[in-house]
């Protein structure tokens, strides 16, 4: 790693690992009759209660508290497969090396499936950020060297810009930075392809637009026999905080405004229909419905189901 992060975001780098060995990092669902894998990268705690706005650290530490949560909170950083046909789809690939040594877990959660990096056919995803595309490289290599790269022209076109990136300061500057190390590589070598927002990518999997936090961020919308699941991307960073008060947004989000009110809209559709959600940032496995509750949502978190006939 040789882009050096700055204080900002403030990650709980120095605070002591709760676990002295790893956790199971994957959990199975089924939707319609698509296996779903969430892989877990890692967590780590985040001093959430000083970037989230629209609030104040008062008001953060408060909610937090009435979940047992405290500053710096804990986050999960989630990725997710996808078996469809004969691909093997990853939706974002967490942070790599570039967020500190608790993360990087990606390929060992992969691994204790039976799969390798390399049997990835498309990665997905949802935005350029180092939390999502940062597992791109890791050790100056790439982790995924069959996948095809599937991301919306708008985001590539927003992080590819020289121009933008003369223009960056602070964390966004690390981030296009970031860009250069993980994401150009897979498009010095021809490894990826962009799209038009709202289309089908494959069978019974499209994208939709949910612009804010970054420019081009993107859900993908994946339907069989009946069932849907929708992965979000960062329309949540904080579930104890943003599902009682959806107003609260976060410093990372690019057009705080437009990321608010796309918040909103998912969450009302997301309640209205009663489809399953997958979120990046919702505690391992970062999968549930959500509800309406007062002025806000509440987020149920999905059973867990261990019913496999045999061993
Ligand atoms: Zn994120």
Redesign the pocket.
């Known amino acids: 790693m040789s882009t050096a992060l700055t204080p900002d975001p403030p990650i709980a780098f120095a605070e002591a690992s709760e676990l002295a060995r790893s956790q199971a990092g994957f959990h199975r669902v089924k939707v319609g009759g698509i296996n779903i894998t969430a892989l877990s990268d890692g967590t780590v705690r985040v001093y959430q209660r000083d970037q989230l706005r629209n609030t104040t650290p008062e008001e953060v530490d408060q909610i937090l508290a009435k979940s047992y949560e405290k500053s710096p909170n804990r986050a999960s950083?989630n990725s997710f497969l996808i078996e469809l046909g004969d691909r093997l789809l990853m939706v974002d690939v967490g942070a790599g090396e570039v967020l500190g040594p608790k993360l990087n877990k990606l390929s060992g959660s992969l691994s204790a499936i039976g799969l390798g990096p390399g049997d990835v056919t498309d990665i997905l995803l949802t935005?350029i950020?180092p939390?999502?595309s940062g597992g791109l490289m890791v050790g100056g290599r790439k982790v995924f060297p069959n996948a095809k790269l599937h991301v919306n022209k708008t985001e590539l076109d927003y992080w590819a810009s020289k121009e933008n990136a003369a223009r960056a300061t602070g964390h966004t500057l690390d981030w296009f930075n970031l860009f250069e190390e993980t994401v150009r590589p897979y498009l010095a070598d021809g490894s990826v392809q962009t799209y038009d927002v709202d289309v089908e990518l494959f069978p019974g999997l499209r994208t939709a637009a949910a612009y804010g936090h970054t420019p081009g961020q993107v859900s993908y919308i994946l339907e069989d026999r009946g069932e849907k699941i929708v992965f979000w991307?960062?329309l949540i960073?904080v579930p104890e905080v943003q599902f009682e008060v959806p107003t609260v947004t976060i410093t990372?989000d690019v057009d705080q405004k437009q990321a608010a009110a796309q918040r909103l809209k998912s969450l009302a559709d997301a309640a209205e229909h009663g489809y399953l959600v997958a979120m990046?940032?919702a505690h391992f496995p970062g999968i549930g419905h959500v509800r309406r509750d007062g002025t806000g949502y509440r987020w149920i978190p999905i059973p867990y189901v261990n019913d496999a006939e045999g061993s």
């Open positions: 950083m935005h950020h939390d999502h991307g960062d960073h990372f990046p940032h």
